[in-house]
């Protein structure tokens, strides 16, 4: 299998860019032969998109549309995308749910030239309908696997996106984050995540979990291509009162791009993220070599947040909102989906449960059922007290009395096992939390392996920041581009080259 991988991306490379007739034809075929090659043994993608190849010829017939000209591009199947797809979230219950309608941000990515390829396999239900989930898995998809060790989980919610790059199918994905969905994905297989700031993006037609917290972004092989897809997506949005400053917060996100960017720049490394794994903060020291060799100032933050203040609330949040808003989200589906509110969704796994709740059940939905609404005040109190905790007590502070633009830690640990007995089994570690609650933008770059598996460094700041996350970013990519692994698509971890030769026996 290493050697067909190989084989594939020399004969199909991605890396078409000159905008010549032809070219987005020629983009999407070769993405679609690596698709039908490898996603068998990924199930990273859950369809590719029967129009993409029309889509592709109408491009090369038409003049230059935009940035994105002939770039295929998969998305999240909670994405609402115009075609004979349905949008599922990975669950049974939606999979007739063929809106004919584009997110406001895809409607942007076609506009800008993109081909709309597929849908990605993610956690159903962006991992919010139990406590003892496996991510990556889906009764529409299946599980999703890590290309660099098959055994391996790929993190969630955005799994399939995560992978599908990260195996060189596309070179970008679309993902989505409420906490933690896009960036942990990135950085276990390896890629470029970046989550913006929670109303840079529209979330109109997309299944949604919190209002407070959700946001799509770009899920890539680089930085550059992140923010090239960044400044599509950006933009205001009359249906999405979140998003209502977009339009003057937003920029050239790949114009602000520069490799002497962290020369001078003050960055606080999160030390209390640290600890909790040898060989993540063994490459953690690696990255942070890196930036101090690239003219980076420093400064360790050795106090955390009161993170206690912060998980419990953040649950009832989501829980809340949950109940609320994918109610809004399924009443506006078509009458061919019959799940019309949360309660009808408990119901329809209950009466698929063979197909549904084989592996975990959905005890975190029926916590949301049980909610009181939106102006409940234990909701409105929990609101506030993960937002304070988060943003001006938590981000905010640290960046202020280290006197830094920008915080540093390790976004995740290694991917950990597919589990289908226990579950999730993920050590837990890094920052990424904060950002999500507060609404924060959040980058995270590839900065090497652990025994073969990726690990990544998280850049976070402040609200809107996301052109000079993306420009410190690019500097450390620039100047590590060794940190980038290739995923082998090896069975196991103890297949990988490195670690066969640590389990060889001593010769005599």
């Known amino acids: 299998m290493r050697v067909m991988f190989a084989a594939l991306l020399l004969a199909a490379s991605p890396a078409v860019t000159a905008p010549m007739v032809g070219v987005a034809e020629a983009n999407t075929a070769a993405a679609i032969t690596r698709i039908r090659a490898l996603n068998p043994r990924l199930n990273a993608v859950i369809a590719i998109d029967p129009t993409a190849l029309d889509q592709a010829r109408a491009l090369d017939a038409a003049p230059l549309r935009g940035g994105l000209h002939g770039l295929p591009i998969l998305v999240k199947d909670n994405v609402d995308m115009a075609g004979p797809l349905p949008t599922t979230a990975g669950s049974l219950a939606l999979k007739h749910n063929v809106t004919g309608r584009d997110a406001p941000f895809v409607a942007r990515l076609r506009a800008a030239g993109a081909v709309l ?84 993006v529209s979330r109109t037609h997309v299944v949604p ?167 409940d005040p234990a909701y409105l109190k929990a609101r506030e007290t993960s937002l304070r905790a988060a943003g001006r007590d938590g981000i905010d502070k640290m960046l202020a009395d280290a006197k830094v633009e920008a915080l540093v830690a390790p976004t995740a640990a290694p991917a950990w096992f597919i589990d289908p007995v226990n579950g999730d089994q993920a050590p837990g570690g890094g920052a990424g939390g904060l950002a999500a609650v507060a609404g924060y933008p959040h980058l995270t770059v590839p900065m090497g392996g652990v025994r073969g598996l990726p690990v990544g460094l998280s850049f976070i700041g402040p609200a809107w920041s996301e052109a000079r996350l993306l420009a410190l970013g690019y500097a450390f990519e620039q100047a590590a581009p060794a940190m980038k692994l290739i995923p082998t698509m090896v069975q196991t971890v103890e297949e990988a080259a490195e670690v066969q030769a640590l389990f060889a026996p001593a010769k005599r």
């Open 209 to 375: 979990i919190s209002h407070s917290q959700d946001t799509a972004g770009p899920m890539t092989r680089d930085v550059r291509t992140a923010a090239r897809l960044l400044t599509v997506m950006a933009g205001s949005d009359p249906a999405d009162p979140a998003t209502k400053e977009a339009d003057s917060r937003k920029t050239d996100y790949a114009a602000a791009l520069r490799p002497d960017a962290l020369k001078g720049a003050r960055i606080g490394v999160l030390r209390w993220a640290t600890g909790w794994h040898a060989g993540v903060d063994a490459r953690l020291e690696a990255a942070l070599a890196v930036l101090k060799a690239q003219g980076a100032v420093l400064v360790d933050i050795t106090a955390a947040p009161n993170r206690r203040e912060i998980g419990p609330n953040e649950f009832i949040v989501l829980l809340t909102e949950l109940k609320a808003d994918l109610g809004a989200y399924l009443a506006s589906t078509p009458a061919t989906v019959k799940t019309r509110t949360l309660a009808d969704v408990i119901a329809f796994n209950r009466a698929n449960a063979a197909t549904e709740l084989g592996l975990f059940g959905q005890d975190t939905f029926e916590k949301a059922q049980a909610t009181s609404g939106l102006a």
């Open 117 to 200: 390829l597929g849908k990605t396999n993610l956690s159903e239900w962006a991992n919010i309908r139990a406590d003892a989930s496996i991510s990556g898995w889906s009764a529409v998809g299946g599980q999703t696997r890590n290309p660099h060790a098959l055994s391996r989980n790929t993190c969630g919610s955005s799994s399939g996106s995560g992978a599908a790059v990260a195996a060189q199918m596309v070179d970008a994905a679309i993902g989505t984050e409420t906490d933690g969905s896009i960036t942990c994905p990135a950085a276990i297989n390896g890629i470029v995540g970046l989550k913006p700031t929670v109303g840079l």
